[in-house]
């Protein structure tokens, strides 16, 4: 169970560490490319299992996003820490850290094909399912104005891997999006508003009989960014 | 002849006043223009005579021969008159006679006088500016006898250039492209227009100087815009439209009803609260950027329209350009006449 955890891990900083060096690295400097950093608000609705786990907290995060040509990334990292909406089953809050990195190709029109990874670790580690899986999926942007995009995405969730053990089906693990970003002051200052849902048909084995265990995740946050 | 036709002969003769600025200095002639013009034709002839075996001037020989022109003229001594006009005429080439103030005998004898010399008269070379070797230089001048005319051009560098050679009479016009042989442009300079006549022993010339100047040949400038076209607008705002607010509509919709559709039953109902409000947002921003005026949008068409003209500018400038460029290399001539300084002989 550990190793499953650090073999995610280790893909996760990785990709952290390729997207820095190519934001730094002199031959593939900023002049080209646009880059946006930001801190955001986050607030989100965790429930696993079963009703009776069901949280709700809020926390802080960062966004940042690179574009260059029809290539694109978001990194998103969030900590949100989450209290039990019914105190008296037992429960008790936890530290949701989540990191979402995706990379977009724009295909066509306000198409773009995304694939990237998600992992999230909760601390205390046994109050609540720590998960890793890539993403696979779609996005569509609009331009609603001068300088108010609005997008909408979904996707596949490929491979979940969860700390308490468990499989999720081919189909089982996906996740919906909706992003609005408000450019000011000529894209120096983005105000950025991002919701994600993510669910996880769990199942984890008992013996012969696979129980259902799912995992579902409602994270929105509100931030603004600064443009490079 | 009756005495009234006398008196309107008279009146139709010119005065000496009317033959130029100079005035007669022989005292002699002056008393047989005198005698001319008080009809006393006999003493006008004896002492227009006299006046001739004295040292004369050109321009008083003129007069003496001129005076003694229109006195045989007046006695009906034809022959003697064109005699007395044919020396007049190898004196002063250029010289006519107005014909509306002499008298059809004298006009006459005059006229036939210049068909039995051989001058060249009324050599006149015209101002002209042009661009060499895309002009010529027009020169005319009237021969009064059949005979070969030669032109030639001489001074400067150019030393002595033959440009014509003709049989005629009457007017000839010429058109010199004034190039060297080697089909450059004639250097500048003054030089004179040598009109050569010569028929049997007979020969007659006479010239004109000229001045040729040489200058930059104007360039054409460049152009910004062709005329009656004008570049149009690339952008333009389309009319406003709810379909800001509709699309947030669908995208918050959709987002909000895959959550709930998405959402496992075993976990309870799903949570919209997040959804909903960036939903929510979004929404908002789609209503203000319905209400707002729209973003101008690339209009295609003018695009292109601004792209031909502009290549169509850019083809017309390249053209100027090579067009300049074989201006800077070409030579603008302007030839003019310098004052006369002599007759022909």
């Known amino acids: 169970m550990r190793a499953e955890r650090w073999n995610v891990g280790t893909m996760e900083w990785l990709t952290v560490l390729v997207a820095v060096v190519l934001s730094i690295s002199p031959s593939v400097q900023l002049s080209a490319q646009h880059v946006s950093i930001g801190p955001q608000v986050a607030f989100g609705d965790y429930r696993e299992v079963s009703s009776d786990l069901h949280y709700r907290g809020g926390g802080i995060g960062a966004k940042a996003t690179l574009e260059w040509k029809k290539l694109s990334a978001d990194i998103v990292l969030s900590k949100v820490k989450y209290k039990p909406t019914d105190a008296q089953n037992g429960t008790s809050q936890f530290n949701a850290s989540e990191v979402d990195v995706r990379v977009r190709y724009w295909i066509t029109g306000p198409v773009s094909a995304e694939v990237g990874f998600l992992n999230r670790k909760a601390d205390p580690e046994f109050e609540a399912q720590s998960v890793g899986a890539i993403t696979m999926g779609a996005r569509m942007a609009y331009l609603l104005g001068p300088g108010v995009h609005m997008s909408l995405n979904g996707g596949l969730l490929f491979g979940a891997k969860y700390s308490g053990g468990g499989t999720t089906s081919g189909l089982g693990a996906m996740q919906l999006g909706l992003g609005l970003i408000v450019d000011a002051l000529k894209s120096r200052v983005r105000v950025t508003g991002d919701y994600g849902f993510q669910r996880f048909s769990r199942k984890t084995g008992d013996g012969g009989a696979a129980l259902d265990a799912p995992i579902q995740q409602s994270l929105g946050r509100i931030g603004f960014a600064i443009g490079f | ?345």
């Not at chain 2, 005495?3 to 010119?14: D, E, K, N, Q, Y």
């Not at chain 2, 661009?131 to 059949?146: D, E, F, L, N, S």
């Open chain 2, 1 to 345: 002849m009756r005495h009234s036709t006398w008196l309107l002969l008279l009146a139709l003769l010119p005065s000496p006043s009317a033959l130029g600025a100079q005035t007669i200095q022989n005292a002699i002639l002056r008393r047989a223009q005198q005698a001319f013009d008080n009809l006393e034709y006999r003493q006008a002839l004896s002492l227009g005579q006299a006046s001739l075996r004295e040292r004369l001037n050109g321009y008083d020989r003129a007069r003496a021969y001129e005076l003694l022109g229109f006195t045989y003229s007046g006695m009906d001594s034809i022959l003697k008159a064109v005699d007395a006009f044919k020396q007049v005429v190898l004196l002063e080439p250029e010289r006519d006679l107005d014909p509306n103030r002499t008298s059809p005998k004298a006009l006459s004898a005059f006229q036939v006088a210049l068909t039995q010399i051989l001058v060249i008269r009324q050599l006149r070379v015209d101002s002209v500016s042009f661009i060499g070797g895309q002009g010529a230089v027009p020169i005319r001048y009237t021969v009064t006898q059949p005979s070969r005319v030669v032109m030639r051009i001489t001074g400067g560098t150019l030393g002595n250039m033959r440009i014509d050679s003709t049989v005629a009479t009457g007017q000839v016009n010429i058109r010199w492209p004034a190039r060297l042989p080697s089909g450059d442009p004639v250097p500048p300079g003054n030089y004179n227009v040598i009109v050569e006549a010569s028929v049997g022993q007979n020969s007659f010339s006479t010239s004109q100087a000229i001045r040729v100047a040489h200058g930059t040949v104007d360039t054409v400038a460049h152009l910004t815009s062709l005329p009656g076209y004008t570049l149009l607008a690339e952008t333009e705002v389309p009319p406003k439209s709810w379909r800001p607010m509709g699309l947030a509509l669908v995208y918050s919709g959709v987002a909000l009803a895959g959550t709930s559709a998405l959402s496992n039953g075993n976990l309870g109902s799903a949570s919209l609260r997040e959804g909903g409000a960036i939903g929510g947002g979004i929404i908002l921003a789609g209503f203000i950027m319905t209400l707002r005026k729209p973003a101008p949008q690339p209009a295609r068409g003018n695009i292109l329209y601004n792209q031909l003209l502009r290549e169509q500018i850019a083809r017309r400038n390249t053209e100027i350009a090579q067009e300049n460029t074989r201006r800077r290399q070409q030579v603008a001539l302007t030839v003019a006449p310098l004052p006369r300084t002599g007759g022909g002989r």
